[in-house]
DNA sequence: TCGACCATCTTGACGTCGTTAAGTTAGGCG
DNA sequence: CGCCTAACTTAACGACGTCAAGATGGTCGA
């Protein structure tokens, strides 16, 4: 198809233009693109193949297998989430810095619902089967704590180890992007009350920034 | 096949024996037995079908199709989860009932991982096609709401209006939830530091009961 | 310049899946 | 006793994930 277009087109310097072009690439974006449109259960391997423009059983030639596919899409969708993480980190503040990692994370959970999915999903590309899903993960917990050992430090949060709180803070974001996704419309109102995410997100981050600063109310 | 066993045994005195006994029931506990040992991404309706003693037809005389049977196993979940909380939610003293409320949901979470998943991955089963499913997690929510106004109308809580401080308790033992199931092997040692799922699940209990009493930090 | 190599992609096939249509069985009621 | 209808079976369709075998075309040493 593209006979002349090689010549004409000697963008990719090193050897990224195979038989097809960069088909890896190509179906990575295309499953991405797919799964936001219609969501990762119903996702087939043969129209991500079809979408690239390739035969049904091209995409073995790039990926094990469709879970293969679908656990690099994730890892994709971690590394972009620790970029945006690493933008909020910078703030010295602990508690700015804290509430911009929160923002980051929430914004990157509602922007990409589907991927965010796939990511904590555990139902597709479980992380027993993909170890470097892990380590993706990891490197954003990292972050997260590096956070929580500076207001400590500082002594502006309390204690002095930082991964049992730094755990805390995740579960409270992640249930709370997981809760504005999965059951929170935009404009939902309950008892009288609106419930806009912004609310919501606002009274995590309070009941974070209380737990991080407060002593421990109940034993251990 | 137990052509004589329906006179030796009327234990179903309404109209629960058809044909095979009580079909529907059968299919359900083996959609729950199989979720539980294989998960809910590679469970097969035929496979369920079998596994009752049924052809592979059979189920679509009592359910719509998979979905439908998938979330009437996610609707069982509820309503077993409520009735963990519901049976925490006698204690009279806030924190307590509280405390109370979130190990029983941790309890649940933690004892169904496969079931959970399937209750609020929103992948499967989707709440906007089964409203039944919304219903019965907000039944659930509401119990944990009572137990937040109790404490403020006792002066123990902040505020005075429930479903935002709700909210996000339930974002931060969901998280918790989740994360324990996706991402902490019960014996994970972090930094040095061991992670298990008690002092997890402390801490973010401590930060919960914080955030409630104290006052809001960050301007809402 | 040419031929061999090899990564890349295609074709075709296998077994399984969800789902539907048409036929079969058996208990309830006239 | 015979019909009715719910419950179930058999058979089939298209789509799926995956693999084996063959075609293709760029790369590189001779």
Redesign the pocket.
Known sequence: MT?RA?ILDPMADH?D????????EALLDAAECMIVESGVA?????????HA?????????????????LAEVARRGFAKLVAGLSAAATEPDPIARMAGLGAAYVQFGLENPAVYRLMFGAEFCPTEVFPELKESGDRAFSILMEAVAHGQALGVFWGDEPSTPSFAVWSSVHGLVSLLMARVPPEKVMHGVPMTHESMMAATMAFIIAGLRGERVLAP
Chains 1, 2 share one sequence.
């Open positions: 006979d090689d050897r233009h195979y038989h097809h072009g960069n088909l890896r119903g996702l087939s391997l043969r129209q991500v193949a079809k423009g390739v035969s049904q059983a091209a995409p073995y030639h790039h990926f094990a297998s469709k879970e293969a596919l």
